[in-house]
């Protein structure tokens, strides 16, 4: 058990029979009255994020979720393939669990699989990856004082605003918390 005045962002728990991420919380001490936390929280089964507010001091169960490193192999149909680099076991996901997550994956990419007890429960992606730009509208000389941006198309279907200076073919590091461009790589 954890108390909910030791939230942290990133932290997983078990509330109500379902699994959650801690994606936000802030403490809270009114005036007048008790003391409560507001959360942010992601659900891992389904990806359904919700705000719950817990009195100061209350205990969750906390999840134990193992993060196994695998290797994305391929699509098959409606799921996609996953081996692990240490056992060569395979696991497949359906491709309605990680949709957001396959804007990012390239094959042969390593991610984590985010697995509780014998449940799969999906992709866990690095902070940055790198994709090649496979289309975009050629920058032209003298756009780029005013800081503007335009459209790219990434090599995984992924659309993101990039500087003018972008040519197709460059490669970008884009952040995948929020679908954004870094920098090139």
Same mark, same amino acid.
């Given at each position: 058990m954890i108390s909910v005045n030791d939230f942290k962002t990133g932290l997983t728990i078990e509330v109500d029979g379902g699994l959650w991420r801690v994606l936000d919380f802030q403490h809270v001490k009114p005036g007048k009255g008790a003391a409560f936390v507001r959360s942010k929280l992601r659900n891992l089964r389904n990806g359904a994020? !919700?705000?719950k507010t817990f009195r100061a001091g209350e205990k969750v169960e906390k999840a134990q979720i193992d993060n196994r490193k695998m290797q994305y192999l391929y699509a098959s149909g409606d799921s996609h393939v996953f081996m692990d680099m240490d056992s060569y076991e395979q696991v497949e996901l359906p491709a309605a669990n990680i949709e957001? *997550? #396959? =804007?990012?994956? =390239?094959e042969n990419m390593e991610v984590h699989i985010m697995m509780f007890q014998y449940e799969t #429960?999906?992709? &866990? #992606? $690095? +902070?940055?990856?790198? #994709? &090649?730009? @496979? *289309? @975009? &509208? $050629? /920058?032209? =000389? /003298?756009?780029t004082a005013s800081g503007g941006t335009k459209p790219a198309t990434l090599e995984t279907g992924l659309i993101v605003q990039? $500087?003018?200076?972008? +040519? !197709? /073919?460059?490669k970008l590091i884009i952040n995948t918390t929020e679908a954004s461009y870094v920098s090139r790589a």
């Open positions: 994020i !919700q705000e957001y *997550e #396959l =804007k990012f994956l =390239k #429960l999906g992709v &866990e #992606l $690095p +902070n940055t990856v790198e #994709l &090649e730009v @496979t *289309e @975009t &509208e $050629p /920058g032209i =000389k /003298g756009d990039v $500087p003018f200076f972008v +040519n !197709q /073919g460059d």
